[in-house]
C-alpha cells in the first residue's frame, strides 16, 4: 500500500500553509505493484505553468514552492534562540537532562571506545541522543570533554577512567556542563568560538588555532552554518600512527547535516567541503545518534544508492541491541550522506528545477543544498 501523505496547516495560517506544508511521505514500502504505481504519479505544475521535477523515489512527493522559502525554519529559529539566549532555554535544558536520565540511566546508547596507540576515544551517550566524548592520553592519564551536556554522566567517567580532565572543546553555543566540570576541575581549560556566547568560555579559538594535551593535538576548524560560530575538532593520527577523528559537534551526522539555524546554504556548504577536504580514513564522530533516521531520508532521496542500502542494515542491527552507530569515516559518508554529494547528477536531476527560461540549467550545490535541507526538516516534522 502506497505510503499517505501527510498534510499539517499551521494555526492561522489557511489552506495556503496547508498546501505548502504537505510533504514528504512516511515509511518505505517494499510491494513492487506499489511501488510502480506510485512512480507513475504525474509532478505538480507551478504557479508560473512550469513543471517541477519528477522525484526520484516514490516515497517522496516533491512540493512546489519559491525558492529559498522553507516554512520550517522561521520556527525553527526563534526556538533556538530562546532555548540558546534565555532561562526559559536553560530550564528547558534541565527538564531535558532530568527526563533523560530517569529514562536513560545507563545512557540512550550502548557505546565502545576506540582504543589506539596510547589514545583513547569514549563516547559518552547524553540527554535523549547526543552524545559527549572523552579523548584521553593513556600515558599521561589526561582528558579532553567534547560538548560535555551531561556533567553527572562525563564526571562519572572520568572517574572511571582515572583520568585527569584538563579541556573542555565546545562546538557550539549550548555546552550545559561546562559550570559544574569547571568548578570540580579548578584547572580546566574551556574552549569554544567567542562567537557563540560559550557557558563559561576561558580560551577562545578561532580557525586552525591548536589545542595540545599530553600527545594530543587537536586542530579547532571553523564551520559556520548551525550556528554563526560553530567549531568542529579534529585529533590529529599522526603522533599516536593511527586514524585522524573529527568531532563534528552538529555540523555532520551519520548520513545527515545540521540545520542552518544562523547561518545559509552557502556557509554550510562552505562548512561541509572544509570537512570533505579531510581524508577518507578520518573517523567521523557526531554529536547526535541519529543514524537510522537520516539514512531512511537518504532512501527517500537517492533509493538506488546501494552503499546507503548496506549502512541502513548495519544501522538496524545495531540500534536492534541499543548500540550507538559511531564512528563512521568520512570515506563512507561520500558515499551515502546526500548532503556530502550536491555534485551528484543523480540528486541534481531529482531535486532541482530544471532548465530555466534562458536555457540556463546549472543548479548551484548551494541550491540543491538548501532545498535538501528543506526537505529532511519537513521529512522530521511528520
Given amino acids: 500500500m502506497a505510503a499517505v501523505v501527510a498534510a499539517t496547516a499551521l494555526k492561522g495560517r489557511g489552506a495556503r500553509n496547508a498546501r505548502v506544508l504537505r510533504g514528504i511521505l512516511a515509511g518505505a514500502t517494499a510491494n513492487k505493484a506499489s511501488h510502480n ?31 529559498g522559502k522553507n516554512p520550517m525554519k522561521a520556527v525553527g529559529l526563534a526556538w533556538y534562540s530562546l532555548y540558546t539566549r534565555t532561562w526559559l532555554g536553560y530550564l528547558f535544558y534541565r527538564q531535558q537532562l532530568r527526563r533523560a536520565r530517569n529514562r536513560y540511566p545507563k545512557g540512550h546508547s550502548k557505546t565502545q571506545p576506540r582504543l589506539f596507540n596510547g589514545v583513547k576515544v569514549l563516547p559518552i551517550p547524553v540527554l535523549s541522543d547526543n552524545y559527549s566524548y572523552l579523548i584521553i592520553d593513556t600515558q599521561a592519564q ?19 577512567e582515572g583520568v585527569t580532565l584538563v579541556a573542555i572543546l565546545c562546538t557550539h553555543k549550548h555546552c550545559g556542563g561546562n559550570r559544574d566540570l569547571s568548578r ?62 573529527l568531532f563534528s559537534g552538529d555540523l555532520l551526522f551519520l548520513s545527515g547535516c545540521g540545520r542552518t539555524f544562523e547561518g545559509n546554504a552557502e556557509t554550510m556548504l562552505s562548512s561541509l567541503d572544509t570537512v570533505l ?55 563512507e559518508e561520500r558515499s551515502y550522506n546526500p548532503f556530502l554529494r550536491t555534485h551528484c547528477l543523480a540528486l541534481q536531476e531529482a531535486l532541482g528545477p530544471g532548465p530555466g527560461p534562458t536555457g540556463d540549467d546549472d543548479y548551484s550545490r548551494a541550491q540543491l543544498l538548501e532545498e535538501l535541507r528543506r526537505l529532511k526538516d519537513m521529512h522530521k516534522s511528520k
Fill in 37 to 67: 504505481r506510485t512512480r507513475a504519479l504525474q509532478s505538480h505544475s507551478s504557479p508560473e505553468g512550469k513543471e517541477e521535477p519528477e522525484p526520484l523515489s516514490p516515497e517522496l512527493e516533491y512540493i512546489p514552492r519559491k525558492r
Fill in 142 to 160: 589526561l582528558a579532553v570533554a567534547v560538548d560535555p551536556s551531561d556533567p553527572r554522566a562525563v564526571q562519572a567517567s572520568i572517574e572511571k
Fill in 184 to 245: 570540580r576541575h579548578r584547572d580546566c581549560r574551556v574552549y569554544g568560538s567567542p562567537q557563540d556566547g560559550i557557558p563559561y568560555l576561558t580560551h577562545p579559538l578561532c580557525h586552525q588555532d591548536v589545542v595540545s594535551v599530553g600527545r594530543l593535538q587537536i586542530r579547532a576548524l571553523a564551520t559556520p552554518g548551525h550556528t554563526q560560530g560553530h567549531l568542529v575538532y579534529l585529533l590529529d593520527g599522526e603522533p599516536y600512527k593511527g586514524p585522524s577523528c
Fill in 277 to 331: 577536504g579531510l581524508g577518507d580514513d578520518t573517523l567521523l564522530w557526531p554529536g547526535h545518534e541519529y543514524a537510522e533516521e537520516n539514512l531512511g531520508f537518504a532512501g527517500v532521496v537517492e533509493p538506488e544508492n546501494l552503499a546507503r542500502e548496506r549502512k541502513m542494515q548495519w544501522v538496524q542491527r545495531q540500534r536492534l541491541e541499543r548500540k550507538g552507530t559511531c564512528p563512521s569515516t568520512l570515506g
